[in-house]
T-cell receptor, first 116, second 114 residues
Framework: AQKVTQAQTEISVVEKEDVTLDCVYE???????LFWYKQPPSGELVFLIR??????QNEISGRYSWNFQKSTSSFNFTITASQVVDSAVYFC?????????????FGQGTELSVKP | DAGVIQSPRHEVTEMGQEVTLRCKPI?????LFWYRQTMMRGLELLIY????????DSGMPEDRFSAKMPNASFSTLKIQPSEPRDSAVYFC????????????FGQGTRLTVV
């Protein structure tokens, strides 16, 4: 069975600090896909990134970076030089790729508060 | 494309009433998901469809909940009878192609059962 754990319920930082959001997943599939979504205070869910299980290359997009490590089943998200606009709930998600692939489940989310 | 469209955006109903939430997925997408978001449970997957066929409904909380997808462009989630504990934000999402693609979410329906 697939499972996503985001152990950090809430994180509070001061603007310009770096912050890392943790995500640990469980799956029996060898082919799977990982995602991060952002939910700002307005409530919509916004897609940020996806990775497949065969690509462990880290990715950087502006102030955002993602570290995927299969050895520890983790897909962590780092925001560098955080800004107030980064305040949101961030969700990590997993989709398996086997015959019953398609099921997309989410972690509990981490609420990030960036204070000026 | 207009994205995933959900209606209504807000619904207030009395306990015991039937509630129907609606979703129009993105055209061409063959996966459709229904999620419920609450403070206590986070974002729970209720049910998902592939090519209009329900694949996994193990997240549906009880028999009061039912979901249908009569065609590729429309799905409903029905609660009958509704209870105060059903109050939540219900999201619909769709995804095209294979599991590797991301899902796109609607704006959600905020349901309040009084």
């Amino acid at each position: 069975a697939q499972k996503v754990t985001q152990a950090q319920t809430e994180i509070s930082v001061v603007e310009k600090e770096d912050v890392t959001l943790d995500c640990v997943y469980e799956t029996r599939d060898t082919t799977y896909y990982l995602f991060w979504y952002k939910q700002p205070p307005s409530g919509e869910l916004v897609f940020l990134i996806r990775r497949n299980s065969f690509d462990e290359q880290n990715e950087i997009s502006g102030r955002y970076s993602w570290n995927f490590q299969k050895s520890t089943s983790s897909f962590n998200f780092t925001i560098t030089a955080s800004q107030v606009v980064d305040s949101a709930v961030y969700f990590c998600a997993l989709s398996e790729g086997g015959n019953q692939g398609g099921k997309l489940i989410f972690g509990q989310g981490t609420e990030l508060s960036v204070k000026p | 494309d207009a994205g995933v469209i959900q209606s209504p955006r807000h619904e207030v109903t009395e306990m015991g009433q039937e509630v129907t939430l609606r979703c129009k997925p993105i055209s061409g997408h063959d996966y459709l998901f229904w999620y419920r978001q609450t403070m206590m449970r986070g974002l729970e997957l209720l049910i998902y469809f592939n090519n209009n066929v329900p694949i996994d409904d193990s997240g549906m909380p009880e028999d009061r909940f039912s979901a249908k997808m009569p065609n590729a462009s429309f799905s409903t989630l029905k609660i009958q009878p509704s209870e105060p504990r059903d109050s939540a934000v219900y999201f619909c999402a769709s995804r095209g192609g294979r599991p590797k693609t991301e899902a796109f979410f609607g704006q959600g329906t905020r349901l309040t059962v009084v």
